[in-house]
Every structure is written in structure tokens, then in C-alpha cells.
């Protein structure tokens, strides 16, 4: 979604923050604008489209000055258009970037205009400059007007704001979306996350949440939600300037792989509270189209396809909303019978994958209520094609067998699914709450997940020399399988198969012996009695299991079912997620063994661009 950077300095800012933009485009965004301080005034450039065309004007009118701010939107209240972009300001005297959503700016809009303050955007982030600059109108200083500020705003929020008032200040807030802050040697930064700074510093405070912080060329000071001055511990990042090089990984798959926890947080950053999705996280007037849906069409290929197929299983379980999942190859040869409000949803990690993208023109001209893309590029042909979009924020993915794409689809999904149950009053207050809260706490239950690297590493060492191997598991595990078996195949070159469990009686068991060892996904669920019988058929048969199982299952699981892998999954919603993790592993470390390509497996193509 949006993207800020911010700095104060004792060199001309505009290119710090046009760099900051660049390093920002992966998270997606329509409009981008940059304000910089100078001589007592504000000056500012805004844009529809791209950095590269801001760049274009910062050409023709420069736009020098020791402290600025800018920011990449992308939109959610107003259409993509210049007088949406940001900064935006107020009297001309504060400019103000925002990320997020402000839930009560109706409310507090028809309190700015009573009071006199004219609107020029149709976004909920008018109102927050607008609300600063009438504090600051009160006797304030921006750092106090800021403070004051965000205790009337509910939703969530990550703000950088300046004063012609106050040369060289910035003050900057945030709550729901993440802010770092970056030290340098008499000067200091804000951004997004690191990414943008690490060309000029390497020293970072990660502001927590409710932190309010002010800072100049001197120094900083940092306030928490209750107004109390705090110190936060100041960390030196281990990554360098260039976020695609592998750094301390042997491959790209590997380091993507460790990634997810970072990329699944960014996935949700901003897009749920504490107890609710966030409105319009899809884009303009979501959701008064997402109210309508009565049916979901799921359409993609490979991975994403597996993506889709544990969404089916959530959306009808969680959101009581029939759902359909097709391979995109297949889609378009057909005349699929389209229900009235149904949504067409298209997975694609690249957005140009060219069946997904045939499939989406295909349903363009076939009566659904609207198209939505799941995606991880922004600029792609899919976003640009679709009427609604949930960019996954994967950031860059190199490796061509994806690991952070899909676990981000699948986060994408259940923001999706939650969102629909949340519009059509189809889940109580309480529950939906649960929900959210898990949610939450996927990017810890992912970093938990990797602790297991060095046990699978040492369980590949029985794979490496097979030929074949077959995965189990049973409803939303199924798919998780099937993705399992995918990414064995992809880097190995060992021919894998996922089957639904409870189909071995019809086929599979032939080939089980001592030789194909059996891989089984085992949640803790009502299905995991059923999945213990198949284990039992398996085992009965000579063959070698290993079975990937949540904590609270392996009380029913016996030595003689083989070798278990066991992590705390966090519940029904979390666990296709978390339970991916360990397959993924044990498909990097097989590869490494065999001494195949990892990164680039002979045949495959990252973005397969031709039908």
C-alpha cells in the first residue's frame, strides 16, 4: 500500500526521498508526491502515476531544501488523481503523508469544515493536516498539535508531518502501520521500513506502536501512546543497500524463504485493527461491492492455484459463501455459467502470467459483479486490469519455485474471506474479533515455524536418493500438499504427488513401499482421526511416513506413525500458512543435496509470460 519517507538534514533532501520512493515502489501505489521546507515555506510536487514521473518534474521545477517529506499512495478513499495525492496540506503552513485508514474522518471533516476549512481531496488523510493545523493554530508546536492529533483518530496510521513554522522538524506518529526511525550523523529519517534508508544509514529505532515521535538535524525525542518520554533500542540493520542481493543466504529460495515473516506482517500492516478488517483495503468503494457478493470465482495457475483452493475451503466455512476455483488454463475454454454477483478473483504473483491474465479478459466480458486481483507486483498488467486489488507486499522474489508469494496469498485470502463475513454480517462480532487477533500473531507463529530449518535439513537426507514421494492431507491441507509436493518437484527434479488422504484406498496405495517416502499435513482438527486411519493404511504397507503436525495433534499421533515434525500452528485459520513452512524447508534442503539449481530449476520460468 502507501509507502513514506521522510528527512531532515544539512544536504539538499530531494533525492534522499525520491530514492526512498523507488526503494517503496514494491508495495504497490497510484500516485506519488514529495514536500520539501525551505526559506520558511512549503513547497510541493504531486503526481498521478509513478516515481519515475515525479522524478520528470522534479527536473523541470527542482525543488531544493534541507527537510522534506513523500510519500507513494495507493488509493482507498478518492480516485487516483493528483488532488488526492499527498502531501497534502493545510493554510499552505503544514504538509502532512499518511498511511492507513482513518475510520471516523467523516466525522471529523464535518467538524473541520464548521470550523472553516476548506477540502480539496476526497481522502480521509485530509483530515488529519487539517486537524494539525488547527491545533497548531491554538499555540501548539507540531510536535504537541501531533500528540493531540492522534488521540482523535481511530483506524490506523503511520504520519510524517512539517511546518513552515518549525525549519528543519519533522513530526511523525504511528498506530496499525509501521514506521522506522533512521539515525544518521546530524541528520535523522522516517520511512516505511528500512528499505529506503539503508543508502544512507544503517542504524534504526523500530517506533512501537502508538509512538509519537519529533526529530531534527540535533536529535530526537520519542513519546509513547501515554505521552511519556521513552527510549527505544537502536539496531544496526544486517541487510545491505540492495534488498535483492541473497546476503547471507546460500540461495535466493532460502533467504525468501526467512523472509515470510517480515513479508506476511507487511501483507496485513495497516489492513486490519484489533478487531476488524479495515474498510476499503481493496480499493475505492470495495465495500459497497463486496456487500453484494453471493458467490466467489477463484481463478490462477501453479502455486497461486493452491492458494485459491485453500481459500475455497475458508470462504465457505468461515464466510458461508459458495466458492468455485478453476486453473486459469482450463478457465477460458469454456463457457462457465456466471451467478448473479459473483466476484472474479484472480491469483498471480507476477501479474502477467499470461493464462491468469487471458482467464481475466475472458470473465471481463462474461457478466460478473467485479473483478479483484491478488498480486505482488504492482505495475502488472493483472492490477492494472482489474476493478478491485490486495497487493501482497511480498517484495521482491527471485527464485522461480515461489515461498513469500504464496504465503502472502494466502494472508491476501483470509483478509478476503474475513472481510466478506465482516460486510455480510455473516460472523458475530466476538468471533470475527478472534479471528483478527490471529491474524495478528501469523508473523511470530512463521519465525517460530523456521526454528525447525535444522531438523528438517537432517530429515532431507532421506530423500535425497528417491525417486518418488507422495503427500497427504485432508480438507484446507489438502491443497497445502499439493504445494508441498509442488515445490519437492520444482527444485529437486523427485517426482511428487499430493492426494487427498482419504483417496489412498483408491489407487495410490499401490505404489507405497520402503522406497517412496509418504509426507501427511496434520492439523488439529475434526479431520485428524480420519488422516490417522490413512497414516495406519500407509504404514501398514511397509511405507515411510513423515508427518508435519500441530502441537496439540500429536498427542494422537504413536512412534509407529512414523517421524513427526512437530509445531504450534495458532488454529484452523492459521494453519495452512504455518504448516507450509516446514515443506518448503524440506523441498530447499532436498534440492541443496541433489545439487540442482535452486534458484533457477532447469525448464521453469519465474513469470510465465506465453500460453
Known amino acids: 500500500m502507501c509507502g513514506i519517507v521522510a528527512a531532515t538534514t544539512l544536504r539538499d533532501v530531494s533525492e534522499i526521498l525520491i530514492s526512498g520512493l523507488r526503494a517503496l515502489e514494491y508495495r504497490g501505489y497510484d500516485s506519488a508526491g514529495i514536500s520539501v521546507q525551505r526559506n520558511g515555506a512549503l513547497s510541493r510536487l504531486r503526481i498521478k502515476g509513478k516515481v519515475k514521473d515525479l522524478q520528470a518534474l522534479l527536473d523541470e521545477t527542482p525543488l531544493p531544501g534541507f527537510c522534506g517529506i513523500a510519500h507513494t499512495r495507493w488509493a482507498t478513499h478518492g480516485v487516483p488523481n493528483t488532488s488526492n495525492a499527498h502531501p497534502h496540506t493545510s493554510k499552505n503552513e503544514i504538509d502532512l503523508v499518511h498511511n492507513g485508514i482513518i475510520e471516523n474522518h467523516d466525522e471529523l471533516r464535518a467538524e473541520l469544515q464548521a470550523a472553516g476549512y476548506e477540502f480539496s481531496s476526497e481522502t480521509d488523510s485530509e483530515v488529519v493536516v487539517h486537524l494539525v493545523h488547527s491545533l497548531v493554530s491554538q ?31 519533522i513530526a511523525g506518529a504511528r498506530a496499525g502501520s509501521p514506521m522506522v526511525l533512521g539515525i544518521g550523523f546530524h541528520e535523522h529519517f522516517l520511512a516505511s521500513d528500512i528499505y529506503p534508508l539503508l543508502s544512507v544509514t544503517n542504524r534504526f529505532v523500530y517506533l512501537e506502536e502508538g509512538d509519537i515521535v519529533r526529530l531534527d538535524t540535533n536529535g530526537y525525542e520519542i513519546r509513547d501512546r501515554e ?70 470465482h477463484i481463478v490462477a495457475c501453479g502455486t497461486s492455484f493452491h492458494a485459491g483452493l485453500v481459500a475455497r475451503y475458508q470462504l465457505e466455512q468461515l464466510a458461508g459463501i459458495p466458492c468455485m476455483v478453476e486453473v486459469a488454463s482450463e478457465y477460458r475454454y469454456r463457457n462457465p455459467v456466471v451467478p448473479d454477483n459473483a466476484l472474479f478473483v484472480v491469483i498471480s504473483q507476477s501479474g502477467e502470467t499470461a493464462d491468469t491474465l487471458a482467464a481475466l479478459r475472458h470473465a471481463k466480458k462474461s457478466g460478473y459483479l467485479a473483478t479483484l486481483a491478488i498480486c505482488n507486483v504492482p505495475e502488472s498488467s493483472i492490477v492494472r486490469e482489474t476493478d478491485l486489488i490486495l497487493m501482497t507486499r511480498a517484495g521482491p522474489e527471485i527464485a522461480v519455485a515461489s515461498t513469500k508469494a504464496f504465503t502472502t496469498q494466502l494472508v491476501a485470502l483470509q483478509l478476503l474471506v474475513l472481510s466478506l463475513a465482516q460486510l455480510g454480517d455473516r460472523v458475530k462480532a466476538a468471533k470475527l474479533a478472534q479471528w483478527v487477533r490471529e491474524l495478528s500473531s501469523l508473523p511470530e507463529m512463521i519465525r517460530r515455524a523456521l526454528e525447525l530449518d535444522g531438523r528438517v535439513e537432517m530429515l532431507a537426507a532421506r530423500f535425497a536418493e528417491k525417486h518418488h514421494a507422495l503427500f497427504l492431507g485432508r480438507g484446507s491441507h489438502y491443497p497445502i500438499a499439493m504445494e508441498g509436493a509442488l515445490k519437492l518437484k520444482e527444485i529437486s527434479y523427485i517426482h511428487a504427488e499430493a492426494y487427498p488422504a482419504g483417496e489412498l484406498k483408491h489407487g495410490p496405495l499401490a505404489l507405497v513401499d520402503y522406497d517412496m517416502p509418504v509426507v501427511a499435513v496434520a492439523p488439529n482438527n475434526r479431520l485428524l482421526k480420519k488422516l490417522i486411519s490413512n497414516i495406519e493404511e500407509v504404514r501398514a504397507r511397509g511405507g515411510e511416513m513423515y508427518v508435519i503436525a500441530d502441537a496439540e495433534a500429536v498427542a494422537s499421533l504413536k512412534e509407529r506413525h512414523g517421524e513427526i515434525i512437530e509445531l504450534n500452528t495458532g488454529g484452523d485459520l492459521l494453519a495452512p500458512v504455518v504448516l507450509t513452512i516446514p515443506l518448503q524447508l524440506l523441498a530447499y534442503h532436498v534440492a541443496v543435496l541433489r545439487g540442482t539449481d535452486v534458484d533457477q530449476p532447469r525448464n521453469l520460468a519465474k513469470s510465465v509470460t506465453v500460453e
Request: zero cysteines; aromatic letters at 6%.
Open 139 to 169: 499555540g501548539n508546536d507540531l510536535f504537541s498539535a501531533l500528540r493531540l492529533a492522534v488521540k482523535r483518530l481511530r483506524g490506523a496510521y503511520a504520519i510524517a508531518a512539517v511546518s513552515s513554522r518549525e525549519p528543519g522538524v
Open 227 to 296: 505521552d511519556q518520554a521513552v527510549n527505544r533500542e537502536v539496531k544496526e540493520a544486517d541487510v545491505s543497500a540492495d534488498a535483492v542481493q541473497r546476503g547471507q543466504y546460500r540461495h535466493y529460495m532460502q533467504k525468501e524463504i526467512f523472509e515470510q515473516p517480515v513479508a506476511v506482517a507487511d501483507t496485513l500492516e495497516g489492513r486490519i485493527s484489533s478487531d476488524r478488517v479495515l474498510p476499503n483495503i481493496f480499493g475505492v468503494g470495495a465495500e459497497e461491492t463486496l456487500k453484494r457478493v453471493r458467490q466467489v
